[in-house]
T-cell receptor
Framework: KQEVTQIPAALSVPEGENLVLNCSFTDSAIYNLQWFRQDPGKGLTSLLLIQSSQREQTSGRLNASLDKSSGRSTLYIAASQPGDSATYLCAGTGPSGTYKYIFGTGTRLKVLA | EAGVAQSPRYKIIEKRQSVAFWCNPISGHATLYWYQQILGQGPKLLIQFQNNGVVDDSQLPKDRFSAERLKGVDSTLKIQPAKLEDSAVYLC?????????????FGPGTRLTVT
């Protein structure tokens, strides 16, 4: 059974810091991995999608990588801003052979001005 | 391009009552998903439709939950009767196709409170 762990569960940093959020899967056979952002009371906003043939994706100050051999992904946020404060969720396909997304429980990020 | 639409945004009902949620996916998206997100947890897939057929409903509590996607566009998720543990945010998402490599787009969700 595919399970997803996100570390840390919560993070508070001063504005301007670079930070790394981690996501790990018990089943490393991942086809897709997607990072989302969720603001309080809102739905999920897609940030980055890493497809099966890719190892990383970049968008602006965000960079996500996927190491399939270990079943781990990281989301790197450069020069964090107060507007980055939100919960960040990763989701990957699994168990092996299916395309169903399994979500982690998220990392709650607070960037202090 | 219009996003995924959901209604209502909020709903409060008493236990044993029934409730229905509506979702309109992004135009042209063949795959539609309903997720349940309990406070402090990640979303859990309840049901996945490909056009108007069910692809996966393995985690749908079928004794009380039902969903349909008539004509392969809009979808309705129903709970009857509701229990206290059904209090959650119900998220609808869509993707162009349901296979690997297709990004999922989420609606704003419906927050259900069962008292």
């Amino acid at each position: 059974k595919q399970e997803v762990t996100q570390i840390p569960a919560a993070l508070s940093v001063p504005e301007g810091e670079n930070l790394v959020l981690n996501c790990s899967f018990t089943d490393s056979a991942i086809y897709n991995l997607q990072w989302f952002r969720q603001d309080p009371g809102k739905g999920l906003t897609s940030l980055l999608l890493i497809q099966s043939s890719q190892r990383e994706q970049t968008s602006g100050r965000l960079n996500a990588s996927l190491d399939k051999s270990s079943g781990r992904s990281t989301l790197y946020i450069a020069a964090s801003q107060p507007g980055d404060s939100a919960t960040y969720l990763c989701a990957g396909t699994g168990p092996s052979g299916t395309y169903k997304y399994i979500f982690g429980t998220g990392t709650r990020l607070k960037v202090l001005a | 391009e219009a996003g995924v639409a959901q209604s209502p945004r909020y709903k409060i009902i008493e236990k044993r009552q029934s409730v229905a949620f509506w979702c309109n996916p992004i135009s042209g998206h063949a795959t539609l998903y309903w997720y349940q997100q309990i406070l402090g947890q990640g979303p859990k897939l309840l049901i996945q439709f490909q056009n108007n057929g069910v692809v996966d409903d393995s985690q749908l509590p079928k004794d009380r939950f039902s969903a349909e996607r008539l004509k392969g566009v809009d979808s309705t998720l129903k709970i009857q009767p509701a229990k206290l543990e059904d209090s959650a945010v119900y998220l609808c998402a869509s993707s162009f196709f349901g296979g690997a490599g297709y990004e999922q787009y989420f609606g704003p969700g419906t927050r259900l409170t069962v008292t």
